[in-house]
């Protein structure tokens, strides 16, 4: 039986998009329609990303930034050209881009900046002119939060371990969102003087909560630190402008949004780009070599040591290209803010759909309000894992464990929770499927 | 389609009502194992009295595949030989391990056949072995410490 809905403003025209993904066309286990509802662990592509991967290498692929050849130079302006329309999309300059190979290399790259500098300091060896900003003192404090990635936490206790810093969180309340006024482990219980970097996501991966990254920006520059946002939850599904953001570096992931595996972002500002020792070393990084010692290029350079992934940058511009060209059907939104329009009337229909159900427990906020498309839940009685394998043996994929977000996990007194998470090709009937299938599991194992 | 496979009468049965649950003293070894993907996590206990398992007693929390594979344990290894134990104990790994395509032997495994289905679900095949993996790192330990430190 398949429910008929009445018009929800602000969808996209799901039958249209998901055309474009030939992936969606396949069915699973058995002849299932493939519900795709794993998202936010990585997105399908698009035809016109993977024709742009295919042109690239087919006509133009070389080594980027190597040789002199013609292939080498229409390799450099296609991979360059991909930075420009990446920058563009988040208000940067194109300067600012680091590709990397996904958004943890991305927060490696920064946390590294701080390991790197401290060591090189205390050996009194050449840094950046401005690197002091990155040596790191015993004492010194690292501000995260409990709801973080593990790419955005695990980093951070390394620099801790390496320099003799310290790392403090800043807590969540019941409903998931930052718990910025308490007294032990709110914004300015935890922020100080010693305070020398605040990373946090923009939107939890589990949660969907977007947190007040303006807020919590102004009151970390306040004492002097960097901001570093784990954007893989945010760009890809919301109209993101680094200038109005207030972050010093923003991290993301291409496979999350419509692009290829093996491509991320990092963008910095450029004059703390510029203070930056590198990361990964070697050719293409370099400004003079020789025997005794090297010096490096400038940013974004710098940062992008050897023959880099030249298809999967012009994969990524394709994708943005894509995404910017959406509009909802009733034409009154594009690009991004289509996206996020479109997500959040999914989110509104799940989040209404599974707290009717009996013996569904909700994580994260329970309205729409700062809160984007992903839905995490526990069904009383049954192990995300079971819930997940009845959902999966009916086509709808979504993701279960703790989804990279242990201490998250601890923190809500949950062992693992099932979790779905909606893109541009997700409509109302995939919802519809995710509630028949939770019901079945429910009845499967006779807790309903 | 292939969940009556996977979850078969039997494993659904030790799920509900898990045989020998709990952590009981005296014990030989302990250890505590996790699923890092999901987070699953398992302490388990061996008695040995000589070369017979006395007793194996576990606690923790996860999906019904590894709740109901260490109810299975408990229930096939307690009153056997430690070298039955651990022969059983290859026959799982085998199993599990063989993508749907190796044939149980049911005089070997006894209960645990009904986890044959479940060799066809790599992902799931970690939350069958947890149990096992646990109890063959606990036997281990147990046997270490009870064999005689040789001097230098
Ligand atoms: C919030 C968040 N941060 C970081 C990551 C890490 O992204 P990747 O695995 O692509 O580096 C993910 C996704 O896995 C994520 O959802």
Redesign the interface.
């Known amino acids: 039986m398949t429910a008929v809905h009445a018009p929800v403003s602000g969808l996209l025209d799901v039958e249209r998009v998901a055309a474009d993904f030939p992936i969606l066309s396949r069915t699973v286990?058995?002849g299932n329609r493939l519900v795709y509802l794993d998202s936010g662990a990585t997105s399908q592509k698009p035809v016109s990303v993977l024709d742009a991967e295919r042109d690239f290498y087919t006509r133009h692929n070389a080594a980027v930034h190597r040789g002199a050849h013609l292939l080498a130079e229409e390799a450099t302006d296609a991979y360059e050209a991909a930075r420009a329309t990446i920058a563009a999309l988040i208000g940067a300059e194109t300067r600012e881009l680091v590709f990397t190979k996904n958004a943890t290399e991305a927060l490696n790259l920064v946390s590294y900046a701080f390991s790197n500098a401290t060591a090189k300091a205390q050996h009194g060896r050449p840094l950046p002119s401005g690197a002091e900003r990155f040596v790191l003192r015993p004492g010194d404090e690292i501000v995260v939060t409990e709801m973080e990635h593990h790419a955005n936490l695990v980093p951070w206790q390394e620099v801790c371990d390496k320099t003799g810093a310290v790392l403090r969180w800043i807590g969540i309340d019941d409903q998931g969102r930052l718990d910025l006024d308490h007294p032990e482990h709110g914004l300015h219980a935890v922020l100080g003087e010693r305070t020398r970097v605040v990373a946090l996501a923009h939107q939890s991966n589990v949660l969907g909560t977007v947190t007040p990254v303006r807020v919590v920006a102004d009151a970390a520059h306040a004492v002097g630190a960097l901001v570093v946002v784990d954007a893989c939850q945010s760009v890809p599904h919301m109209p993101i402008d680094v200038a109005d953001l207030g972050a010093d570096y923003i991290a993301f992931s291409g496979h999350k949004m419509l692009g290829p595996s093996g491509i991320g972002v990092l963008w910095g500002r450029y004059d703390l780009l510029e203070a930056m020792p590198p990361f990964l070393t070697g050719g293409s990084m370099i400004e003079v070599v020789r025997m005794e010692g090297s010096t490096f290029a400038p940013p974004p350079q710098r940062f992008e040591a050897g023959v880099p992934m030249a298809a999967q940058a012009v994969g990524l511009g394709a994708a943005v290209d894509y995404l910017q060209a959406l509009t909802s059907a009733d034409g009154s939104l594009s690009g991004l803010a289509a996206v996020a329009a479109h997500e959040h009337a999914l989110t509104a229909y799940a989040l209404g759909s599974l707290a009717e159900m009996p013996g569904v427990r909700l994580i994260g906020p329970a309205d729409t309000t700062s809160r984007g498309a992903a839905v995490s839940f526990v069904v009383e009685g049954i192990?995300?894992?079971?819930v997940g394998?009845?959902l999966d043996?009916r086509g709808v994929e979504v993701r279960?464990?703790?989804h990279c977000a242990?201490p998250l996990?601890r923190r809500l007194g949950v062992?693992?929770s099932t979790r779905a998470t909606f893109y541009v090709y997700n409509g109302l009937r995939d919802v519809d499927d995710l509630v028949a299938g939770v019901r079945h599991a429910q009845s499967?194992?006779g807790v309903a | 389609?292939?969940?009556e496979s996977?979850?078969q009468e039997i494993i659904?049965d030790h799920y509900k009502r898990p045989r020998g649950r709990g952590l009981r003293e005296p014990f030989d070894a302990e250890v505590h194992h996790v699923n890092p993907?999901?987070?699953?996590?398992l302490t388990l206990r061996v008695t040995l009295d000589g070369d017979v398992i006395t007793d194996i007693s576990y606690d923790g929390?996860?999906?019904?595949?590894s709740q109901a594979s260490a109810s299975v344990l408990h229930e096939q290894l307690v009153g056997e030989t430690v070298a039955t134990g651990l022969a059983t104990t290859d026959a799982f790994v085998t199993l599990m391990q063989g993508r749907g395509r190796v044939e149980p032997d049911e005089d070997v495994l006894g209960d645990a056949v009904a986890f044959a289905g479940v060799a066809k679900?790599p992902a799931?095949v970690k939350?069958a072995l947890l149990g096992w993996m646990a109890w063959k790192d606990a036997v281990s330990q147990a046997v270490a410490s009870e064999t005689p430190e040789v001097a230098p």
């Open positions: 286990r058995g192990h995300a894992h079971d394998q009845v043996d279960v464990g703790h242990w996990h062992a693992a499967f194992f | 389609m292939d969940l996977l979850y659904l993907t999901c987070g699953d996590e929390q996860g999906c019904s595949i679900y799931r939350c």
